[in-house]
């Protein structure tokens, strides 16, 4: 009597994807960060998405983004982060470790990228999360050295993790890893889209009728500019769009100036 093992939902899953549908949804994945980058960067000026426009250098400068994050998720997984956690000797090493290097990927790399009112709300999530995680060891768990309060910590979350665990028997380790960096490198070419905005210093500079625009964006030949107010260094969230073949056949030209970082102000205000 010949016993077959059954198949799981997980093999069934990863024995129908083929080399087409992994290039098609690379594919798909560049076409949303490059959205996503363009979404974050006009987002910061208060320009509709309307004016998104995602061409074919877009999306191969966001594969190789792909590819770079890729390359280095798989570096620090399989060989930087393995290799610091196991020369932690004990509990509460290994802890602290894993604490800062939530840290570095919730707070910091987004710092990094530009996105500052993002970095800012993701360290109070993480110093709220720091403290209650430090005070239920501390407070609400028994044992005599720390290291045992953490394993009882431990013990205890792991029975909590029920979602996890239901996760990885449908998917797998691998398929949890693909998801969690899905999310973190979307999130990161939103983020690096409106932190390039904030940090822009340099405009092309339009006058018209005794008014100072400044270029944010130029889609074609279209250019969108918003109104400066240099007393107060600041961009006022008013929405000009002109054609460039027209300025230039009127006798307007653009400057380029490096004015600094210029705060965005409501129209209204």
């Known amino acids: 009597m010949n016993m077959t093992t059954p198949v799981t939902f997980q093999e069934r899953l990863y024995g129908r994807i083929t080399d087409a549908i992994v290039i098609a949804a690379f ?4 076409y949303l960060l490059a959205y996503l980058y363009e979404y974050g960067y006009l987002s ?4 509709p998405s309307d004016f998104i426009e995602i061409g074919l250098i877009n999306i191969i400068v966001a594969l190789l983004w792909i590819s770079g994050f890729l390359i280095l998720f798989f570096v620090l997984g399989t060989f930087i982060i393995p290799f610091l956690f196991k020369s932690r000797e004990t509990l509460l ?9 939530m840290f570095v990927f ?6 990094l990228a530009g996105g500052y009112g993002h970095a800012q709300i993701a360290f109070g999530s ?3 999360f720091l403290t209650v ?12 050295s720390l290291n045992e309060k953490i394993e009882k910590q431990e013990e205890r979350e792991s029975k909590r993790s029920w979602i996890f665990e239901w ?3 449908k998917i797998g380790i691998g398929g949890i890893s693909a998801i969690a960096l899905f999310g973190i490198i979307s999130y990161l070419a939103f983020s690096i889209g409106n932190g390039n905005a904030v940090r822009k210093i340099q405009y092309p500079i339009i006058g018209i009728n005794g008014k100072e625009l400044a270029v944010v964006s130029v889609r074609q030949s279209v250019a969108i500019a918003l109104p400066i107010n240099r007393e107060k260094k600041e961009l006022i969230r008013e929405i000009f769009i002109y054609d460039l073949q027209n300025l230039a056949k009127d006798g307007m030209g653009l400057r380029v ?10 129209s209204n205000n």
Do not use: M
Request: no cysteine; net charge positive.
């Open 133 to 144: 995680e430090i005070a239920e060891i501390i407070f609400f768990t028994k044992g005599g």
């Open 44 to 47: 910061y000026f208060g320009i």
């Open 27 to 30: 594919t798909a994945w560049a």
């Open 257 to 266: 100036e490096r004015i600094g970082r210029l705060n965005i102000q409501d």
């Open 167 to 169: 996760l990885e028997r």
């Open 93 to 101: 090493q290994k802890k602290i470790f894993l604490w800062i290097a």
């Open 126 to 128: 993480f110093v709220g």
């Open 106 to 111: 919730i707070v910091f790399i987004p710092l």
